[in-house]
């Protein structure tokens, strides 16, 4: 089972990024893909996830209105796409699946970095 993170980039704020996330080695139509964060310095800390029936959609506050999750179940695929970037969201982006309980797969990671 691999999830593959990618699309980080070093960015202006106020500049949109577009992370993908392609998840391998099983179905991922059932579970639960989110994306976490960690910080330069900090803990890892989650920043949204979509559910696999409904699609429903959570976020950590500070991104509501900017970032955007997604998924295509059909490619086994998660996106996340962000919009009016801050200096703040300047972290390594790492996507995850779960069972909505735990997460048991760690992509291993893309850099985004986002300069004032």
């Known amino acids: 089972v691999q999830l593959q993170a990618s699309g980080g980039g070093m960015v202006q704020a106020g500049d949109s990024l577009r992370l993908s996330c392609a998840a391998s080695?099983?179905?991922?139509?059932?579970?639960?893909m989110g994306w976490f964060r960690q910080p330069p310095g900090k803990e890892r800390e989650f920043v949204a996830r979509?559910?696999?029936?409904?699609?429903?959609?959570y976020y950590r506050d500070s991104v509501k209105g900017r970032f955007t999750i997604s998924r295509d179940n059909t490619k086994n695929m998660v996106y996340l796409q962000m919009n009016s970037l801050k200096s703040e969201d300047t972290a390594v982006y790492y996507c995850a699946s779960g069972t909505g309980y735990a997460w048991n797969y760690w992509g291993q990671g893309t850099l985004v970095t986002v300069s004032s």
């Open positions: 080695g099983r179905s991922f139509s059932r579970s639960v």
């Open positions: 979509v559910n696999w029936g409904d699609t429903t959609t």
